[in-house]
């Protein structure tokens, strides 16, 4: 089992630095073989961003209170990720997709990355500049950057987003389109929900 993860580990690595260099052939790669252990790999990562978070925004250390947010924030995100995973495919197979739910799973936890780096990213910067920010020119300075490099990561995102049923159940632009069309209103219904609960403020999707 250790050896599995580790391996997967440093397959994410290859495969992360691939969605960049060449998303196509890397989705086309990664739906082929759809190693669990790699989707496994990513949520623990995402586990270690989620109990850093929890200790970047408590002002004070409460083990019990870092404990219980991180349980809450984690399980809501999972929620989210089976969620959207079941839907694409259930959509998808509607549409005459062909593929399975294990490659619309391993392909959508890749779609997690840019997610991951823009709220990494987004951390970072709360530490360096944190809010209120003004409108010198270091504050507007900040926005400049944000705001480009957050649209950056949201059509990479995006594009992650259409090769998973592209190559994960061989659909066309046409019925990916639908498929995302039956499936994003109940994922913005789920975020909205999180938002109203207070567990994100931004959907982690």
């Known amino acids: 089992m250790v050896d599995n993860f580790l391996v997967a580990i440093v397959s994410v690595a290859r495969t992360s630095v691939g969605l960049i260099m060449r998303p196509y ?7 082929q073989k759809a190693n669990l252990w790699e989707a496994l790999s990513i949520w623990v990562i995402l586990a270690i961003y989620f109990a850093a978070v929890s200790l970047v ?8 209170y870092l404990s219980r947010q991180f349980i809450v924030i ?10 959207a995973t079941v839907l694409l495919w259930v959509s998808a197979r509607i549409l005459g ?7 619309v799973a391993v ?3 890749y779609t997690l ?4 780096l823009w709220f990494w990213f987004a951390m970072l910067l709360w530490l360096i500049l944190p809010p209120p920010r003004t409108t010198s020119v270091l504050g507007i300075g900040f926005s400049i950057v944000f705001i480009a490099i957050s649209t950056a990561i949201l059509f990479w995102k995006i594009l992650l987003s259409y090769l998973v049923l592209r190559f994960g159940m061989r659909l ?5 389109s639908i498929a995302f069309a039956i499936v994003i209103p109940i994922l913005t219904f789920y975020s909205v929900v999180m938002f109203r609960m207070g567990i994100f403020k931004v959907p982690f999707i």
Not at 57 to 64: I, Q, S, Y
Not at 74 to 83: E, M, Q
Request: charged share 20%.
């Open 107 to 109: 392909a959508w936890a």
């Open 97 to 103: 997709g062909k593929g399975s739910l294990r490659q």
């Open 172 to 176: 066309d632009l046409l019925r990916i």
């Open 113 to 116: 990355i840019p997610t991951l």
């Open 57 to 64: 925004k408590t002002a004070a250390f409460l083990p019990f």
């Open 74 to 83: 984690f399980s809501a995100s999972v929620g989210g990720y089976l969620l």
């Open 25 to 31: 052939e890397t989705y086309r790669r990664l739906t």
